[in-house]
């Protein structure tokens, strides 16, 4: 609930943009970024506002051509940007937090249960780079699997083409958060995810959340709904209303960094 005193606690006006990083924001981020070099050309810019303009970016939904000129030139932000969704960094970052999250909140840090669900997302145009990857009928809609704890911070997520139906994307998706998260045993899911090409290709056993006997329209469910609600925080970026991307592997990145700062002004709110 919103008081006076959450309010002040959580003010940005004294920032320069509200997208920007505090001193407390940035202090779990800091030793996940490439080192200066001890050799080379040094660097002309801060790594913090190279972090600070990916986030603009990401929250506003602005062009990189509009960048504002406050923040370093938009090809050197692009160029680490690049970096970092080559090199996965997001993703790592989201791994770490998602651990010392759990920990401070007195859980264990790797999770036993998951939700899993999707959300398709309309992209701008087509790109030449990413039709190739689609049926024609669902060229200009991706759909994003994600599978998150039972508190809604995103474990897992593969972006893929509207065209793969829930159950065909669960089995990928399991798979793909073994690796960081192996002590998973169930996972959540609604009734697009029954079947049994969902028990044939997923590690981990899904058990399917029904609705009530005798419902009528819409009820949240028990355990889908924290997956809504990361969807949601998800959508507070203006970058993610669309999949703008001209490639799935910068869609995945934002989605990964939209995570991770959910997590870093939680934490950092609670020191």
């Known amino acids: 609930m919103w008081t006076p005193a959450t309010r002040a606690q959580h003010n940005r006006d004294h ?14 981020i800091e030793p996940v970024l490439p080192k200066t070099a001890v050799t080379g050309r040094p660097r002309a810019w801060p790594m913090r506002e ?10 506003s939904g602005c062009p990189w051509r509009m960048l ?3 923040f370093p030139p938009r090809s050197t932000v692009w160029d680490w940007f690049r970096r970092f969704r080559d090199e996965r960094l997001f993703e790592g970052l989201g791994h770490r937090l998602v651990l010392a999250d759990r920990e401070r909140c007195g859980r264990h840090a790797s ?18 780079g990413r039709a190739a990857t689609m049926a024609p009928s669902a060229s200009s809609v991706a759909k994003r699997h994600a599978l998150v704890d039972t508190d809604g911070q995103l474990l897992a997520l593969v972006v893929g ?9 669960a089995g990928p998706l399991a798979r793909a958060s073994r690796n960081r998260f192996p002590f998973v045993e169930r996972i959540f899911a609604d009734r697009g995810y029954q079947g049994e090409r969902v028990r044939q290709t997923s590690p981990v056993p899904v058990e399917i959340v029904r609705p009530r006997p005798g419902q009528i329209g819409f009820a949240v469910q028990p355990r889908r709904w924290v997956v809504e609600r990361t969807f949601a925080w998800l959508g507070r970026n203006r970058r993610l209303w669309k999949d703008a991307e001209a ?6 990145a934002f989605l990964h960094a939209a995570a991770a700062n959910v997590l870093i002004r939680r934490i950092a709110s609670a020191e």
């Open 15 to 28: 920032l320069r943009y509200s997208s920007d990083l505090t001193d407390a924001e940035w202090a779990p």
């Open 50 to 59: 190279i972090v600070n303009a990916v986030l603009f970016i990401l929250r």
């Open 68 to 70: 504002p000129d406050h």
């Open 111 to 128: 999770p036993s249960a998951a939700v899993m669900d999707s959300q398709t997302a309309r992209t701008c145009e087509r790109v030449a």
């Open 161 to 169: 083409a509207a065209s793969v139906q829930d159950r065909d994307g």
């Open 247 to 252: 490639t799935i592997a910068s869609s995945t």
